[in-house]
């Protein structure tokens, strides 16, 4: 079984008698239907912004976060702040990176990782280094199902939750109440004001790297992120790819000549001048 090793990532431990409701408070994923499963969640900015993204599950009577080890001491403190008299015990844990593993098989001590399920796609994820394969595999897996990462993909405090479809892969609970951020994501959910959406971006030759400027008809959509070869991903305007297409306009990644597709899971399409998103 295919396994890469993620030193970057890192757990934090959430229990006590009055965890789920502190989490619910808070983070965009619905913490009364989480399960076994790994699923993302976000903590926003008061104007709907990703202030922290992650992965959580369920672990007996706790919760266990999975996060970028560079946001683990600002994560512990923001989660702190809020705790005020509720009975609930935040901890990072000493475990030091996570292993993933995809194709076919169970790891014993691994969490299935909903992003992925949700694209149809069985990827694991186990705290520890557990397998020594090439980082640039996981994140070709990636690449080919349309899961964006910040740090790669995007900046913190830059996206919305929509821009990285998290209102499309259980990432947030539209019905579960308030969270902070709540009603600004849930009026882009109603009126259907999302213009961000995480592409596949493929072309005939290796593509530019990172922070590449995407252009369609001469104006610019986004920026390259995970880039392996001659496929990326990037978050993009697709208004203004659906412009382009309709038009028969040239897509660019710097002077790349390059197709987009959005990930087939999402069920999304891109707009025409004549249609706005559904």
Avoid at 7 to 13: A, D, E
Avoid at 89 to 95: D, F, K, Q, R, V
Avoid at 222 to 245: F, N, S, W, Y
Wanted: proline share 6%; net charge negative.
């Amino acid at each position: 079984m295919p396994a890469a090793f993620l030193g970057n990532r890192r757990l934090i431990r959430v229990s006590g008698k009055d965890s789920a409701d502190f989490l619910q408070g808070l983070i965009t994923t619905d913490v009364a239907t989480l399960t076994d499963t790994a699923r993302p969640a976000a903590l926003l900015t008061p104007q709907g912004k990703i202030l922290f993204d992650f992965l959580i599950w369920r672990d007996g009577d706790s919760f266990l976060i999975d996060i970028d080890d560079a946001n683990v001491e600002a994560f512990v403190k923001r989660l702190s702040l809020y705790k005020l008299r509720a009975a609930v015990t935040i901890e990072a844990l000493p475990t030091e990176g996570v292993t993933v593993f995809w194709d076919e098989g169970d790891v014993d001590g691994a969490v299935v990782d909903g992003r992925f399920l949700t694209a149809g796609v069985r990827v694991l994820r186990k705290p520890g280094h557990h397998g020594d394969g090439p980082e640039s595999a996981y994140r070709a897996q990636r690449i080919a199902h349309g899961i964006v990462m910040s740090g790669f993909d995007y900046a913190l405090q830059d996206a919305f939750p929509h821009d990285v479809l998290m209102d499309v892969n259980e990432g947030v609970g539209f019905r579960k109440g308030c969270f902070i951020g709540q009603e600004v994501v849930s009026r882009m959910k109603h009126r259907g004001t999302a213009r961000k959406r995480p592409v596949i971006v493929s072309a005939a030759a290796p593509l530019p790297p990172t922070g590449t400027e995407l252009t369609a008809g001469g104006k610019p959509i986004g920026t390259l992120g995970t880039v392996i070869g001659p496929q990326a991903l990037a978050i993009v305007r697709i208004d203004r790819v659906g412009e382009a297409m309709a038009s028969g306009a040239l897509i660019l990644a710097g002077d790349v000549p390059v197709t987009l597709s959005l990930p087939a899971w999402s069920g999304l399409t891109f707009p025409d001048s004549a249609n706005a998103e559904s």
